[in-house]
Structures are given as C-alpha cells and as structure tokens.
C-alpha cells in the first residue's frame, strides 16, 4: 500500500537522509507514543490512526535495508514496482522497538486492515510468516552490467525435507498439544496499557508440536542443499543494484523465501563509469592532433573511428551520443567521453629535428 500523499519517509519520521538505524528506531518509537489512537481524544482517534498509519510504513522500509536502499535510489516507485502491502511491511522489527513492554491488540487492529499481523500474533487461523531470504553477491564485468546477460548461480539452501513434507514430524506420527502455550500458538506479555501477543517460540503459531521427528531433517522440516538458478541481470544494473528472486531463498514455516542478489561491477582498465555515462582516455600522436584526422576509439562495441579536428589541444575531451550504459528506467542510453592525450616522441632523429626546428622558426618561436 502506498500512502496517497506520497510523503518522504524521512520527512514522516523527521529524520535525515544519513540517519542511524538507531535514530529512526528512536524516532518510530516516539511517534508511535504520540499517536497512538489509545492515548488521543475519541474525536482524534481516525486521524490519530492514519498518522499512525503512516509512520509504520515509512519505518517499515527504513528499518529494512534492502527496502531502504531501494526507496533511496529510486523514490517510491521502487517500492511500489517491488514490493506488494505485505512485502512492504514483511520482516520489520517493530516489536524490538518496545522491548518488554510489547504491543497490543490496537497495533494488530491498525495493521490488520494492511494484511499485515505487525506482531506475529499467532493466532489459528491468522497468516504465518513464512520463509527465510537469502542474501547472494554476484560480481560482474563492466561490459555485462552495460549488455546485461543471462547467468547460473550455484547456493546452498534448505529446501524443504520430502520425506515430511516440510511438516518435521516422522510420517504415520501424531501431533500433540504445546504445552509451552497450552495449544493457543501464541503467548502475551504486556506493559501498563499496551499488551503484546506474540507467536508461541516453541510451536510457533500452530499449538501443536510433532510427537516423534522427521528423520531425515530432524524435525526442522528441512534439508541443506545446493541449488541453481538462472538468473536474468538487465542491461543497466550497476554496484549497489539489487535483484529480487522471489520464492528462491530458504524454506521455513511452510514457504520458501526470496533471494535477493547484490550486484558488484569490477573495475574496468580501459573505462570509468559516471551513472550512465563511460570515460575513456585515448593517445593521439602529436602530428596526428595537429592535423586532424581520424582516430581509433573503443567502445562496448568495438573500435570505431572517430573525427578529430586539427589543432586539437591535450586534454581535449569528445563525446560519442549513445554509447554509454542504458537507464534502468528511462531505457535511454548515456554517452561516452573520450579524453585526448596527446603522445610526443621522446626521441627526434637529427632529419626530425632540423624539420621541427624549421617549423618552430616559421611560427617564430623560437
């Protein structure tokens, strides 16, 4: 979900752009003291909870750092183009802020209406986070991340256990009551007006516990393995850009999670990327800058031939349109800059010299 108002959620937390994990933990708590719709008059309430709304969203995806760096490198419109009202919100800590003193149920019912179970009540019946995210770094060559390529990786995983079927219990064997909640999934704890309920460590939501293990996976429901994907990187990705495979990370709780791929660029030798842009620097030799002509440039291409007009000055800088890297969302291709060095012999035949010296007579320099 996101807000109508598209807010920037440093501006909602009133925090900078730079800030700590901890100063927007501390802020989120402080907002959430202030607008929490149990502590404002009744006529307040329905504003009390929008703001409180959107305070939650904003730390959602400022206290994950996939999500946060996303939404710093492209606006609102990279969470919403890769992250649905659940993702958005999936795996947020909101509970560490508090501490003991826990949540309650009116922190439940504001984010019931997102899809959302903010704490993990563990209610039967209720959605059970599932699955483990996979962090994976995949390093490039400058030329792919401008083409983009089709690449296998190879990551061990846990899958989930076919001799269960992810359930950890041995097959033919029963389930039995928790006896850690009593068979309800979850456990309260609570704090002056706010009172958390939490999923249950032990049996984890379901109020059941398995009577004898799995034994290939030893009742955790799953087995390590490795694993293979093909992965599509688009032409344009640099280091930093991150790809999200959803459904390929670790199997837990019932579900797979997602596998999120770091992209890293290695230096290149002959070029230097600025955004979608490339610098290169090419040697002319002196009578060649002094006369003009064509020169040899490369590019992701190949060499092409270039034009450079006589008198061309050391340090000369030409651009060639479109042959830089294309942006990821504007799907328009940067340029290339060429820097000209100029190459003087640092050896003159005697013949050389006495035509140099002509020369320089001619201009009167010397």
Not at 113 to 123: H, P, Q, V
Not at 187 to 203: K, N
Not at 283 to 297: F, K, P, S
């Amino acid at each position: 979900m996101t807000m109508s108002t598209q807010r920037d959620y440093y501006d909602i937390l009133g925090v900078d752009k730079s800030a700590a994990e901890a100063e927007i933990k501390k802020s989120y708590r402080k907002l959430v003291m202030k607008y929490h719709p149990d502590r404002v008059a009744e006529d307040k309430k329905k504003e009390a909870e929008e703001k409180f709304k959107e305070i939650s969203e904003a730390y959602a995806v400022l206290s994950d750092a996939q999500k946060r760096q996303l939404y710093d490198q492209y606006g609102h419109a990279g969470i919403d183009s890769k992250f649905s009202t659940e993702d958005i919100f999936r795996g947020a800590d909101f509970s560490s802020i508090f501490g003991n003193m826990g949540g309650g149920s009116i922190f439940e019912d504001l984010f019931s209406d997102l899809g959302f179970d903010i704490f993990g009540s563990g209610r039967r019946g209720s959605r059970q986070r599932g699955g483990e995210d996979l962090q994976y770094q995949v390093e490039i060559t400058l030329e792919e991340a401008a083409k983009g390529l089709e690449k296998t990786i190879s990551f061990p995983h846990f899958m989930q256990c076919e001799r269960c079927k992810g359930s950890g219990a041995e097959p033919g064997s029963k389930m039995k009551t928790c006896a850690y909640c009593q068979g309800r999934g979850a456990v309260t704890s609570g704090f002056g007006f706010i009172s958390m309920q939490q999923t249950c460590p032990q049996c984890r939501g379901k109020g059941q516990v398995i009577e004898k293990a799995c034994t290939a996976c030893m009742g955790t429901g799953r087995i390590k393995k490795n694993k293979s994907v093909k992965v599509t990187i688009p032409a344009g990705v640099d280091t930093g850009s991150v790809l999200r495979l959803k459904g390929e990370g670790n199997f837990a709780h019932g579900s797979a999670g997602d596998l999120y791929l770091h992209i890293k660029v290695k230096d290149h030798p002959v070029f230097k990327r600025q955004g979608v842009d490339i610098r290169c620097r090419v040697q002319v030799n002196m009578t060649r800058a002094a006369l003009g002509g064509e020169i040899e440039v490369p590019t992701f291409d190949g060499k092409v031939k270039m034009k450079i007009p006589s008198g061309t000055q050391p340090g000369t800088v030409f651009r060639l349109k479109g042959k830089g890297v294309i942006d990821l969302r504007s799907k328009r291709y940067g340029d290339e800059f060429v820097r000209v060095e100029v190459k003087i012999p640092a050896r003159f035949s005697s013949k050389e010299k006495k035509l140099l010296t002509e020369f320089a007579e001619l201009r009167k320099e010397l």
